[in-house]
């Protein structure tokens, strides 16, 4: 019988170690657009590209993932081109554009109906005359998605017109959330409002309003691939800011919010700091990324004790996201450029790098289970 030389068992051995001792980010697939049209699919244990999916429209710039997790809703850089993508199938399944002749329309946002029969659009509209542009207001719309048509012009609910507005589903379909100054409740059969949630009334003696950095936050929370994929539908946990009058400055808390039962957890942290945040599974930690110039943090949040836990500075970039692996033992950094960097959860240790072919252009999705 032929002996292996110690060092080479040795190095067999180790190898072996190694491989097993690796931290893996969970079984789940990574999505997120990317030059030129397409979109990546990600084996998160793997950690490696196995697949991509023609986009027809062009360059994809938003996805937004169906209530049922079984399709993408894709907004190409034009903002005016729409296609549906399957994720079973990985194919572009349906396509649709509202422009039309020297008519330009470009989507500002959108929201998806939870059983996937329309989208609800929000719209501006230039028109292009012999010598200029004819810019319209900004309009809702509905976008049946069967009858490939706009069926409905949707009235502003206050009656004043919004360059942004953010919008959100409930969970079962029966309504549509507005994100302005305060929340307004539509009903979704016919678009008229219901109620209203007044987050511009001051949350409690000696302090000022309850908000995020614009009310878009609020409503990008509520749709943020991690935090959805994590959090309880109808709830969003995410940070806060409130005016400190007596100090002259800005707290920055976490908030838990019930869209549903018209109700917020809120509880301070400290002054108001340029940081992110992401929920992880089991949603008792979250994370987030200090940006400033030439200084980048990692922080964890520990909900369950209401407090931040760590902050450690690392080299960083000066445009990057972070996402939570699907085991939540990894984090992934990601935005600008072609990489995705793997730093480990517990410590914040840079682990590897997986390379991409193409420069990334939309969030970054992780979705448990092959």
């Not at 690796?22 to 997120?32: F, Q």
């Not at 908000?211 to 709830?235: C, I, K, M, Q, W």
Request: net charge neutral; hydrophobic share 40%.
């Amino acid at each position: 019988m032929r002996k292996i030389p110690p060092a080479l068992a040795f190095l067999a051995v180790a190898s072996v170690a190694c491989g097993a001792d690796k931290l893996a980010g969970g079984d789940g697939t990574m999505y997120l657009g990317g030059r030129p049209n397409h979109i990546f699919l990600i084996d998160e244990a793997a950690e490696k590209v196995v697949g991509q999916i023609p986009c027809k429209t062009g360059l994809p710039m938003s996805l937004q993932l169906s209530e049922d997790r079984k399709r993408f809703y894709v907004e190409s850089v034009s903002f005016e081109d729409f296609e549906i993508v399957d994720l079973a199938s990985r194919k572009s399944i349906d396509s649709f554009t509202l422009r039309e002749g020297n008519k330009r329309t470009r989507v500002l946002s959108f929201a998806a109906d939870p059983l996937n029969r329309f989208l609800v659009l929000g719209t501006k509209t230039a028109t292009k005359l012999l010598d200029r542009f004819e810019t319209g207001p900004t309009t809702l719309l509905q976008y049946d998605l069967g009858a490939h048509k706009v069926t409905r012009t949707i009235p502003w609910p206050d009656g004043q017109e919004h360059e942004f507005m953010g919008m959100h589903f409930s969970p079962d379909g029966n309504l549509l959330y507005l994100f302005g100054e305060d929340i307004l409740i539509l009903d979704a059969r016919d678009f008229k409002v219901v109620d209203k949630w007044e987050l511009s009334r001051h949350y409690e003696s000696g302090f000022g309003r309850i908000s995020v950095n614009t009310f878009r936050d609020l409503a990008d929370s509520l749709g943020d691939p991690s935090n959805e994929l994590n959090e309880e539908p109808g709830f969003v946990t995410s940070l806060f800011t409130v005016p400190d009058a007596v100090n002259n400055r800005r707290i920055m808390g976490v908030a838990r919010v019930n869209l549903g039962q018209k109700s917020m957890d809120f509880y301070a942290l400290g002054p108001e700091a340029p940081v992110s945040f992401t929920l992880a599974p089991g949603r008792k930690i979250a994370y987030g990324l200090y940006s400033d110039i030439g200084k980048y943090e990692f922080w964890s949040f520990d909900l369950a004790n209401r407090r931040i836990d760590r902050r450690v500075e690392f080299p960083g970039r000066p445009r990057m996201s972070v996402k939570v692996s699907s085991n939540g033992k990894l984090l992934y950094i990601y935005e600008a450029g072609n990489t995705i960097d793997l730093y480990d959860a517990a410590t914040f240790k840079y682990l590897r790098t997986i390379t991409l072919d193409a420069d990334m252009t939309t969030d970054l999705f992780v979705i448990r289970g092959k």
